[in-house]
């Protein structure tokens, strides 16, 4: 059943005019961050009344991405008729979902505490969700390759490709949870740091403030964090670039959501590097890389 019959999800027309205007356009929206020097979460969010709170905000924009996905999956093979979807389309669908599970369900749950997000980013991120799940979830569910001689024509050595770019696909994953998990430890620390700073003043009798771990950042060190700033980014564009070569170089959507969360994300890195430098110190942050070793 169609939510908006024709349009969720989309008619192949409807669906090509969405890849390219998804394609062209939304690099120059990311590209924006460099003029604007405004960006109303994590370390640079401030007091607003348009703030939502962290956790909340994180699930409410991540999550539509994966279901639009699940949605689009379930329903446009059958309106195309086709009955069988090949086992590349569904496990390039499951990847998805295993990676979204993890970022809008796992990932703020997880930690520890999270700085409130403006309405604005969340806006922003809810709409890169929906485009890019029904850019890439039409894809997979019938406006690709759904039959394996379709799959075999992607170029030659087509498995080998698909095994290559989901080994890539895992490597990122792996790297980009174990960077995530660096960043919460530090606020985990403190927090154990706070607790025993609160018990040893009530042993003293003093009735001490509650343990708050709030924005609290150091510069982090372990794994890639010695030579930068972001390998957490860095990882997940290790992901999608392996899915891109699982789905294969033709695979527009994939290409296209690898180079919007690069423009989204590198000028993200780069004013990142800008705060830690501000906050710590040349001496502590400046020889590391933002996100790209070798390049900035
Ligand atoms: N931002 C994007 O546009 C984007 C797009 C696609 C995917 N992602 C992925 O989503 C994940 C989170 O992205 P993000 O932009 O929120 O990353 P981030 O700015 O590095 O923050 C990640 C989390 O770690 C905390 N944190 C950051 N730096 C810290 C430090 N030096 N010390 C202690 N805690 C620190 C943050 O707390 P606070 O919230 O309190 O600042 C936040 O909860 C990443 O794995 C990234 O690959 C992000």
């Known amino acids: 059943m169609s939510l908006v019959p024709g349009w969720m999800p989309p008619t192949r027309e409807r669906w090509e005019v969405?890849?390219?205007?998804?394609?062209?356009?939304?690099?120059?929206?990311?590209?924006?961050?460099?003029?604007?020097?405004?960006?109303g979460m994590g370390k640079t969010s401030k007091d607003?009344?348009?703030?939502?709170?962290?956790?909340?905000?994180?699930?409410?924009?991540?999550?539509?991405?994966?279901?639009?996905?699940?949605?689009?999956?379930?329903?446009?093979?059958?309106?195309?008729?086709?009955?069988?979807?090949?086992?590349?389309?569904?496990?390039?669908?499951?990847?998805?979902?295993?990676h979204y599970s993890y970022r809008a369900v796992l990932f703020p749950y997880l930690q520890p505490s999270m700085a409130p997000i403006h309405v604005l980013v969340w806006g922003f991120a809810l709409f890169f969700q929906i485009c890019n799940a029904t850019s890439l979830?039409?894809?997979?569910?019938?406006?690709?390759?759904?039959?394996?001689?379709?799959?075999?024509?992607?170029?030659?050595?087509?498995?080998?490709?698909?095994?290559?770019?989901?080994?890539?696909?895992?490597?990122?994953?792996?790297?980009?949870?174990?960077?995530?998990?660096?960043?919460?430890?530090?606020?985990?620390?403190?927090?154990?740091?706070?607790?025993r700073l609160v018990q040893q003043a009530a042993a003293d009798g003093k009735s001490p403030a509650k343990a708050d771990v709030t924005k609290h950042y150091r510069v982090p060190e372990a794994g890639l964090f010695k030579y930068m700033l972001y390998p957490h980014y860095l990882c997940e564009w290790v992901e999608w670039l392996g899915f891109w070569i699982a789905a294969?170089?033709?695979?527009?959507?994939?290409?296209?959501?690898?180079?919007?969360?690069?423009?989204?994300?590198?000028?993200r890195a780069v004013k990142g590097k800008?705060?830690?430098v501000e906050k710590f110190g040349e001496d502590k942050v400046g020889k590391k890389w933002a996100v790209l070793p070798g390049v900035y």
């Open 274 to 276: 800008w705060w830690y």
């Open 18 to 39: 969405l890849v390219s205007a998804w394609q062209l356009f939304y690099p120059f929206l990311g590209n924006l961050q460099w003029l604007i020097n405004w960006y």
């Open 137 to 195: 979830g039409c894809w997979l569910a019938a406006y690709g390759p759904t039959t394996e001689e379709a799959w075999a024509a992607t170029g030659s050595f087509a498995t080998a490709r698909f095994v290559l770019g989901i080994g890539l696909f895992y490597l990122g994953l792996a790297g980009n949870f174990f960077h995530d998990e660096e960043l919460r430890e530090i606020r985990r620390s403190e927090q154990r740091r706070q607790d």
């Open 48 to 98: 607003s009344r348009f703030n939502i709170p962290g956790r909340i905000a994180w699930f409410t924009m991540e999550s539509p991405g994966f279901l639009t996905l699940l949605y689009i999956m379930k329903t446009l093979p059958l309106q195309h008729g086709v009955t069988d979807l090949p086992w590349q389309n569904r496990v390039l669908a499951g990847l998805f979902v295993i």
């Open 248 to 267: 294969g170089w033709g695979c527009v959507p994939a290409r296209a959501f690898l180079i919007n969360e690069i423009a989204t994300m590198f000028p």
